[in-house]
């Protein structure tokens, strides 16, 4: 019985044929100590038939096709080719091996062509790739490392699903900025503070918050200039007229030293570039919580953008949170107080970055280990669900922060909550029901469109028709004007000549 071995190569197919082969009794590893010597091998093993692929885009479909064990068009013409005919009713003469064995299964129900992949075979395919490049004559050298380094490229980029909208990187970066950002502002507004407090320090107690300080003093320059001219523009600064007056009085009664007009230049400046950093803050802010809900929704409505972001950032990448189990999850950012504890034998922290949250915050002193527990179990499934699921949606997390909101109630009140399996599937029933009713919309907004393109269809024919049956009225009327002219000259004709007959 002929066995033939189908390869495929970075460059296309190659179909080998082996003689006198006997797999019954053959050992493994004489096999495996033949394969290497070219001489021995190439006896064995001959090529029958070689198909190239077209280009690097035809390559990794056909490549594409096989590791999912699927038969491709070119490969059934490839192998009806050049294999021998097999006949209805009679079983085949011959076998074919290959690597893959899902694709043997699908070509054996396509052909009918009996396909084999053990270890005899796979030894043989071995020494196939390890001599291909003696097989094929026409092969350069280099060519064939080239072609195998462009289609693994190729190939891992089109299994990696890469997804712009969700690299979480960009939270990573985000949040690590917010964090820089916030020192440096509260260190520079309290340079502001030191700075114009020589000219006008009443204004300290006045405004407490470091933004409204900085445009204050921004706004006012000089106190001795203050006046009650001031007092609406310092109003909608402050929003209270009341704090208004107050700087404006004490501006007038102020203890403070003159400054120089280059000494109040350079404190206006300092204090413009504080506000520019504030503004920017905000604006980082915002970018934030934008690229929370498009990589990780669930996370960001279960705990909030900038805790959720703090768990990001300190495991790395979402995909490193989301295998982090919860009892891991429950104690990041407290590893230096876990160690600790682990060397002098102490408790062990109860939180990491989720003593941010708000519900740990609402929690009892003796219930906030118990909700911490509780409260990083479902940010381990809403990660999860983020990570991996296809579609954004902040469904999960909403339902989760329910049922955290539930289990602060029983602590406090012992109020039953719902298990996670019945909130899970209502969920699932809602997102189900919503998808449905979008795709009824979408088959309603075609029904109409179409609805409207045939009344359009009907309309414009009705208006063609009216404007043919016009034109053939008018055409007929013209017809029946020139032939009563042409009866009108034929009598004048006979009248002429039965006159002229007459005379």
């Known amino acids: 019985m002929a066995t033939y071995l189908l390869y495929e190569s970075s460059s296309g197919y190659g179909l080998f044929e082996a003689h006198g082969l ?40 056909q490549v594409n096709a096989v590791s999912e064990g699927v038969m491709t068009d070119e490969l059934r013409s490839f192998l009806e080719l050049n294999l021998p005919k097999v006949k209805e ?83 990573i970066q985000a949040i690590f ?31 407490n918050d470091n933004y409204l300080y900085a445009r204050v003093s921004k706004m006012i320059e000089d106190k001795s200039k203050l006046t009650e001219d001031h007092i609406p523009m310092l109003t909608e600064v402050l929003g209270d007229e009341d704090k208004a007056k107050e700087v404006v009085e004490a501006g007038k009664a102020s203890m403070g030293q003159d400054l120089s007009p280059i000494d109040l230049i350079n404190v206006q400046t300092f204090a413009q570039r504080v506000m520019d ?26 705990i909030g953008e900038m805790v959720g972001a ?3 950032s300190h495991a790395g990448s979402l995909t490193n949170l989301a295998k982090c189990p919860s009892s891991t999850l429950q104690i990041l950012g407290a590893e230096k107080a876990l160690f600790r504890a682990l060397k002098t034998r102490g408790n062990t922290p109860k939180y990491g970055l989720i003593f941010h949250s708000s519900f740990i915050g609402r929690a009892s002193a003796k219930n906030k280990g118990r909700i911490a527990r509780y409260l990083a179990n479902k940010c ?19 339902k989760l922060r329910e049922q ?78 020139t032939d009563d002219g042409h009866s009108k000259s034929k009598k004048k004709k006979k009248k002429s000549k039965s006159e002229d007959d007459d005379e």
């Open 177 to 207: 900025l917010l964090d820089t950002l916030d020192k440096d502002i509260n260190s520079f507004a309290m340079r502001v503070r030191e700075w114009y407090s020589w000219h006008f320090p009443e204004l300290v107690k006045i405004v």
């Open 277 to 302: 950093l504030a503004d920017y803050r905000k604006k980082l802010y915002d970018y934030l919580v934008a690229k929370m809900g498009d990589i990780a929704p669930n996370l960001a409505a279960l």
């Open 310 to 312: 703090r768990l990001i």
């Open 404 to 481: 955290v909101e539930e289990r602060l109630d029983f602590y406090d009140k012992g109020v039953a909550p719902r298990k996670n399996v019945d909130v899970m599937k209502e969920v699932i029933e809602n997102l189900q029901n919503k998808d449905e009713e979008m795709k009824e919309a979408v088959e309603e907004d075609k029904s109409e469109k179409k609805k409207k393109k045939e009344k359009r269809k009907m309309e414009t024919a009705d208006e063609n028709e009216k404007s043919e049956k016009k034109k053939k009225k008018s055409k007929a009327g013209g017809d029946d004007a």
């Open 22 to 61: 006997d797999e019954i009794g053959q050992n493994t590893e004489a096999v495996r100590s033949s394969v290497s010597d070219l001489s021995r091998f190439g006896r064995v093993v001959q090529l029958t038939a070689f198909h190239p692929f077209e280009s690097a885009l035809d390559a990794l479909n």
């Open 380 to 398: 381990s499934i809403a990660s999860r669900i983020d990570c991996f699921a296809d579609g954004a949606t902040t469904a999960f997390g909403e």
């Open 89 to 171: 009713g009679k079983k085949a003469k011959f076998s074919l091996g290959m690597a893959e064995p899902k694709l043997g299964s699908h070509i054996f129900e396509a052909t009918k062509i009996p396909c084999q992949s053990n270890e005899f075979i796979l030894e043989l395919l071995r020494g196939v790739r390890q001599h291909f490049d003696r097989f094929i004559k026409d092969l350069k050298a280099g060519d064939l490392e080239k072609s195998q380094l462009g289609l693994a490229h190729s190939y891992s980029r089109a299994k990696v699903k890469f997804n712009v909208n969700r690299v979480d990187n960009m939270v």
